[in-house]
Nanobody
Framework: QVQLVESGGGLVQPGGSLRLSCAAS????????MGWYRQAPGKQRELVAT???????TYGYSVKGRFTISRDNAKNTVYLQMNSLKPEDTAVYYC??????WGQGTQVTVSS
């Protein structure tokens, strides 16, 4: 069974920064693309960023230039550095592996 353990969420003021981490463990045959998705109240879950094992990245339009996704393959961990945070970034952020596995979600709240 695969487990994705997330950390780093919390409350931050507009313009601030947070760094999310997600470590994968368990019976994983192949760790390929990892990513982050988010869901705000009353809205559908949306793509934030993805990264392949070879470090090819994609970003959702609303976070381009502000967020950076990275990974440490030795630790089976993916990160999301979030800068210049806006209230619109408030959501539950979910870690994803191979499009099939999900973390428990971590709350990010951007408010003054």
């Amino acid at each position: 069974q695969v487990q994705l353990v997330e950390s780093g969420g919390g409350l931050v003021q507009p313009g601030g920064s947070l760094r999310l981490s997600c470590a994968a463990s368990g019976s994983i045959s192949r760790i390929g693309t990892m990513g982050w998705y988010r869901q705000a109240p009353g809205k559908q879950r949306e793509l934030v960023a993805t990264i392949t094992r070879g470090d090819t990245t994609t970003y959702g339009y609303s976070v381009k230039g502000r967020f950076t996704i990275s990974r440490d393959n030795a630790k089976n961990t993916v990160y999301l550095q979030m800068n210049s945070l806006k209230p619109e970034d408030t959501a539950v952020y979910y870690c994803n592996l191979n499009l099939n596995y999900w973390g428990q979600g971590t709350q990010v709240t951007v408010s003054s």
